[in-house]
């Protein structure tokens, strides 16, 4: 089992950063590749941004690349979205997720690959 809980959201001005993290408890969190998910307002969950187990390989949807980081601490068991040049359109809640398979990062962008969830952030960015 694996159990996460994000912090970090809040309200920010177009253009500004926030830097979201998510923190895990359970012990196979080191073993699971990690992404990040958003939905906005009347729209689907999307996928955002994932990271494989060891850090090595890292994903991104082409909406937030070069303005999104992810990245991951094993050893403190948690993972971050770093969010830089933030826009209106980046308006949703925020979820990290844990990948179904040990050391897999298959379907990184599916969230139907992703068995835990945590309980989302909100994150609101004016313009």
């Known amino acids: 089992q694996v159990q996460l809980v994000e912090s970090g959201g809040g309200l920010v001005q177009a253009g500004g950063s926030l830097r979201l993290s998510c923190a895990a408890s359970?012990?196979?969190?080191?073993?699971?590749?990690m992404g990040w998910f958003r939905r906005a307002p009347g729209k689907e969950r999307e996928f955002v941004a994932a990271?494989?187990?060891?850090?090595?390989?890292?994903y991104y949807a082409d909406s937030v690349k070069g303005r999104f980081t992810i990245s991951r601490d094993n050893a403190k068991n948690t993972v971050y979205l770093q969010m830089n040049s933030l826009r209106p359109e980046d308006t949703a809640v925020y979820y990290c997720?844990?990948?179904?398979?040990?050391?897999?990062?298959?379907?990184?962008?599916?969230?139907?690959?992703?068995?835990?969830w945590g309980q989302g952030t909100q994150v609101t960015v004016s313009s």
């Open positions: 997720a844990a990948h179904r398979t040990f050391y897999s990062d298959s379907d990184y962008d599916n969230q139907y690959e992703y068995d835990y």
């Open positions: 359970g012990r196979t969190f080191n073993m699971r590749a």
């Open positions: 990271i494989s187990w060891s850090g090595g390989n890292i």
